[in-house]
């Protein structure tokens, strides 16, 4: 999890990072864990913090009640953003319409309807709600849980062009557990009492919609025409602006700062990485590397069977093997299927009417290893450019900035606080420890 404020221009003031107090699908550790970062702030700059933004990963799905509290046992944890639900793929496909992000097991909708699934078959009666990650946290920001973001919610079935559910979604008895969808940076109203009081922050404080992880980097690094975005994180997310939406099979479609976003989430990533190597190996082993002469292994880097983008199969199984005794090697093998895996999504997009790729910025923890940066400058024959300090946390909070600025002077209380925060919720940037604030 990742903290950020800025100035109310947008200017950097402090970073902010911890790992998760709890079980990533438990999603009370995504509320304490917020609590924990907060109070990390000296106690005046967190009395001048004037609007808040979240981003989360698009696909993590919950089941809860209107008041936001959540079943008992295992029903009340959330289905994580990479695990998808196969028996749930053909209904899946018949309820949005047969296309885009919501048609797969891979897509929020399967999950939603496991979650439904597995109320019933307890014996539990509704009311229900679904929300993603970032849209329950902010239900318990503002104590009032009926909102969605937009681009948090494609998963789900949202049409962003025409601005309604997918095929027949809301049709569905269950209509009634969607959530009420705004923009990104719309904002919300001001933190509720109880929140405030535990984050420490002021009653004036404005609460406004966010967006998913990968865009939020996105924001922060600031692309110019031509630019593709890499999030090097857990996962490998690949992002470029269109003139005109593209749809497929593992695409998302984001409507970002009046411009259109489309790209793709891999399961891959530097989540694979953490599996044989700590932080300490990740960083000693990559010195050894040689990017300018290739392993032969020929490795599909996944962390468990399943694959969203470049290609959308739940059964695609990893290619661990074989491991070399050299560690240096191994890892290099890692990092050229990881890149692999990169080249491949960056021409699926281009086949599907993306603009030419002219450079890669890459943001997240990954992009701090200039070895594997060299590995996919190779690779995809454009100039990569690391860009390690674009955290999602740092877009989101000048999102909320810039929210802020939009808001008349006339609805913000006369003693407004000057700075915005955000936070980034899964830390799905970082496949490497960050290093300490400034």
């Not at 000693?284 to 300018?292: A, I």
């Not at 997240?364 to 300090?389: D, F, S, T, Y």
């Not at 909070?397 to 003693?415: C, E, G, I, V, Y």
Request: aromatic share 4%; charged share 20%.
């Amino acid at each position: 999890m990742r903290l950020a404020l800025v100035e109310a221009g947008g200017g950097p003031v402090v970073e902010l990072a911890a790992d998760y107090p709890l079980p990533f699908e438990d999603p009370e550790g995504w509320r304490q864990g917020l609590i924990a970062l907060c109070g990390k702030l000296p106690t005046e700059l967190r009395r001048r913090v004037a609007a808040l933004a979240l981003d989360g990963t698009s696909g993590t799905l919950l089941l809860c009640r209107p008041d936001g509290s959540r079943p008992a046992g295992s029903l009340g944890l959330a289905l994580p953003y990479h695990q998808a639900c196969p028996e749930q793929a053909p209904p899946a496909l018949a309820l949005s319409g047969g296309s885009g992000p919501a048609a797969s097991a891979s897509g929020s909708l399967a999950r939603a309807l496991r979650l439904l699934a597995e109320a019933a078959a307890e014996g539990l009666d509704g009311p229900w709600l679904l929300r993603h990650q970032a849209d329950w946290v902010m239900g318990w920001l503002l104590a009032d849980w009926r909102w969605g973001e937009e681009g948090n919610n494609l998963r789900l079935g949202w049409d962003l062009q025409r601005q309604c559910w997918s095929g027949t979604i809301a049709q569905q008895a269950w209509r009634a557990a969607l959530p009420q969808l705004v923009p990104s940076g719309s904002v919300l109203g001001a933190l509720a009492p109880a929140a405030a009081h535990q984050l420490g922050l002021p009653l004036a404080c404005r609460v406004v919609a966010g967006s998913t992880d990968a865009n939020a980097g996105v924001l922060a690094a600031d692309p110019r025409p031509g630019d593709g975005i890499a999030v090097l994180g857990t996962t490998l997310v690949l992002k470029q602006f269109c003139e005109r939406p593209i749809q497929g099979p593992g695409l998302s479609c984001h409507r970002v700062a009046g411009r259109w976003l489309v790209g793709g989430a891999s399961n891959a990533g530097g989540g694979v990485l953490r599996q044989f190597f700590s932080d300490t190996q990740l960083a000693e082993l990559s010195r050894q590397v040689d990017p300018r002469r290739p392993s032969g292994l020929g490795l599909r880097p996944l962390p468990r069977p399943g694959e969203r983008f470049p290609v959308d199969d739940p059964t695609l199984e990893p290619v661990l093997e074989p491991r070399p005794v050299s560690d240096a090697l191994y890892l290099q093998g890692l990092l050229e299927g990881l890149a692999a895996i990169e080249a491949e999504g960056w021409r699926r997009l281009a086949e599907l009417g993306a603009p030419p790729l002219l450079r890669v910025l890459s943001i997240g923890g990954g992009a701090r290893n200039p070895q594997w940066r060299v590995l996919r400058q190779r690779l995809l024959g454009v100039p990569v450019l690391n860009r390690p300090h674009c955290s999602a946390a740092l877009g989101m909070a000048r999102l909320a900035a810039a929210a802020l600025a939009a808001t008349p002077a006339a609805t913000q209380a006369a003693t407004a606080p000057t700075a915005a925060e955000a936070l980034a919720l899964p830390d799905r940037q970082d496949g490497v420890k960050p290093p300490p604030p400034p």
